[in-house]
């Protein structure tokens, strides 16, 4: 299996791991939705002991390499990923759990899916998680429709060009979605490199 590393990942952990710590429940099942290399599965385990965390994604390479990270790390609250398209109406993740999912995080996902895929999100998470659970998201967003650095400006551009269905969102848009399908702002936070925590409550 191929293990596969994304530096920027490497940089931003010990900032995400101080989110989830000050908003994640005690216990319980923590829903990784595009969990990417795995690298953040690996290490949140570690760190988060007294949760189980359960990466998925869509990609089959993703997955392998996301397998390679949960042997490497040894982390018992490490479960084998599962593959899970957000677009899909029913999520195929809730069976053979130790224990219930208490809150799902979601990182660097909504600026390079296509715009349906957060409502998509959102609702997903609406059939699974009991009230007062947090979905957390992470990554680059506008705010009142502009970019808040000049290097987020040039990332969008890039995205874009890539996929035109790509590009960084905006805050406003997200949270209204949320709000949509019962959920509540209930923080944002400034993050390294110009990024956002966005900590959404379920009502």
């Not at 909504?110 to 659970?133: K, M, Q, R, V």
Request: with cysteine; net charge negative.
């Amino acid at each position: 299996m191929t293990k596969r590393y994304a530096p920027a990942t490497e940089r931003n952990c010990e900032a995400i791991l101080a989110v989830l710590q000050e908003h994640l429940p005690d216990k319980g099942t923590i829903l990784e939705i595009a969990s990417g290399t795995g690298q953040h599965a690996a290490f949140f385990s570690q760190q988060l002991t007294t949760h189980h965390w359960l990466p998925t994604d869509i990609d089959s390479i993703n997955l392998a390499s996301i397998e390679s990270w949960r042997q490497e790390a040894g982390a018992p609250g490490l479960l084998p990923p599962r593959a899970l398209d957000v677009s899909e109406p029913a999520w195929p993740i809730e069976d053979d759990l130790p224990v219930p999912i208490a809150a799902i995080v979601n990182i660097n996902m909504l600026h390079i899916s296509p715009w349906p895929c957060c409502e998509a999100l959102f609702a997903g998470a609406a059939h699974i998680l009991a009230s007062g659970s947090a979905i957390i998201l992470y990554g680059p967003f506008k705010r009142d429709g502009q970019h808040t650095a000049r290097s987020n400006a040039s990332f969008d551009e890039q995205l874009r060009a890539q996929n035109p269905e790509w590009g960084v969102r905006d805050l406003e848009s997200v949270t209204d979605i949320a709000a949509n399908h019962g959920f509540i702002v209930r923080d944002i936070i400034s993050m390294p490199a110009n990024n956002l925590s966005l900590v959404f409550q379920r009502q």
